[in-house]
């Protein structure tokens, strides 16, 4: 699971858009690590000797198989003002362990209390500073933080 939070300020919810691509650094099962995958949930690929598909396939160096990252659930979950640790997306990893993932926050959407909607999210320093001009309010996305959970043998069950 990787999970999100931040203050929202003057915003009533932000959801990534769902276009957006996870930016996420991995650890491969042999031990090498990538610090600049990126997951497309619209790409599926199909994996080698199997039926299914992922949405990201890698051969890591040395390596006999592939390592894959598919997404599980079909949309990004919304962050609402007032959340604390709000799971944005599962991903079933095979052969690599997600260890962090990078936040573009022009990637997000993000919505007024009044019901406008904000997509042109240019961030600086890893925050977000606006205006609402119909509420004559700042808004702003701050102190951004992310995790991320690992589950082992099917969803629910956490490994500390």
Known sequence: EIQFKCELEGLAKIQLQPSARLNVKARFSNGETHDN???????EVEVPGSKGTVNLLVKPKGAKS??????????????????????????????????????HLEDFIAET??????????????????????????????????????????????RK
């Not at 007032?82 to 997306?89: C, R």
């Not at 961030?123 to 509420?135: I, R």
């Open 113 to 158: 209390p009044s019901g406008e909607e904000i997509t042109d999210i240019e961030a600086e320093d890893g925050e977000y500073y606006g205006y609402d001009e119909k509420a004559d309010a700042e808004t702003g996305i701050k102190s951004v933080e992310t995790r991320i959970i690992k589950s082992k043998g099917g969803k629910g069950k956490k």
């Open 37 to 43: 995958l990126w997951v497309d949930r619209k790409e």
């Open 66 to 103: 592939h390592a894959t990252i598919k997404f599980e659930g079909k949309e990004y979950s919304e962050y609402k003002e007032g959340d604390e640790w709000k799971t944005v997306a599962c991903l079933d990893c095979r052969g690599l362990e997600v260890t962090e993932w990078m936040v």
